[in-house]
């Protein structure tokens, strides 16, 4: 497994908030919670390097020069569905980015992705995109998603999963080593249905409080 721009986020509070997550127990209400909350914790940490630049500020005591994070360059781009349950943890870290929308919908028997939708913010090559999805299993989808940025002439970009398989992971940054990858927790394998062990089963279903 080629893991150079992968990190994985082992910070005490996500893994219990998703260890709160695999748990057959928690209902809708509270997994969506813990989403977003996750959502927030990791884009803290993946958006580390934001680039700053200093502006004049005014104080009660004096006028100084103070960093502030530069421009209005980010774009979230969620993978419906499951995708949307992490969009509002990092706009409440960053308000003013723009979201994109990437539809894809894993086929029951071929478990590849088919897509339905995709509308991005245009143009898109001068922004950081960060791309979410909790789940990243086979990386079918994964891969399908920055494709589709790709061809619209996005580059930095980061994907922020909150549970990984290896084979996505390995899937994933063989097609584009190029990206930054940010894992919450890195799982035993897929199952026969491409389900991840011990994962939280269907993310977008517990979000969303179908099936
Ligand atoms: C899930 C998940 C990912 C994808 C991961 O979505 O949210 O998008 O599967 O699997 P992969 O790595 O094997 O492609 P799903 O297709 O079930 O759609 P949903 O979010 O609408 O439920
Ligand atoms: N999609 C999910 O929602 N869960 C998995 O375990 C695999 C793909």
């Known amino acids: 497994m080629n893991t150079e721009n992968v990190t994985f986020l082992d910070h005490p509070l996500i893994q219990h908030k998703i260890s709160m997550l695999r748990d057959?127990?928690?209902?809708?209400?509270?997994?969506?919670?813990?989403?977003?909350?996750?959502?927030?914790?990791?884009?803290?940490?993946?958006?580390?390097?934001?680039?700053?630049?200093?502006?004049?500020?005014?104080?009660?005591?004096?006028?100084?020069?103070?960093?502030?994070?530069?421009?209005?360059?980010?774009?979230?781009?969620?993978?419906?569905?499951?995708?949307?349950?992490?969009?509002?943890?990092?706009?409440?870290?960053?308000?003013?980015?723009?979201?994109?929308?990437?539809?894809?919908?894993?086929?029951?028997?071929?478990?590849?992705?088919?897509?339905?939708?995709?509308?991005?913010?245009?143009?898109?090559?001068?922004?950081?995109?960060?791309?979410c999805d909790p789940m990243l299993a086979t990386g079918g989808s994964a891969v399908a998603a920055v494709d589709f940025i790709k061809e619209r002439h996005g580059k930095n970009i980061k994907f922020m999963c909150i549970i990984a398989a290896p084979e996505g992971i390995d899937r994933l940054m063989k097609a584009h080593p190029d990206i930054q990858l940010y894992v919450g927790h890195l799982d035993r394998c897929l199952n026969d249905d491409a389900y991840i062990c011990p994962g939280l089963g269907d993310a977008g279903d517990r979000i969303f409080g179908t099936k």
């Open 24 to 131: 057959e127990n928690t209902g809708t209400n509270e997994f969506r919670k813990l989403v977003e909350e996750i959502a927030t914790l990791m884009g803290y940490e993946a958006l580390r390097d934001l680039p700053l630049e200093d502006v004049e500020v005014k104080t009660p005591i004096e006028t100084c020069m103070t960093p502030m994070i530069a421009g209005k360059k980010l774009a979230i781009v969620p993978i419906l569905r499951a995708g949307l349950g992490m969009v509002n943890g990092i706009t409440s870290l960053v308000p003013t980015a723009k979201v994109g929308h990437i539809g894809l919908c894993r086929n029951e028997e071929t478990h590849e992705p088919e897509e339905y939708y995709c509308k991005l913010p245009n143009p898109i090559e001068q922004r950081t995109i960060v791309v």
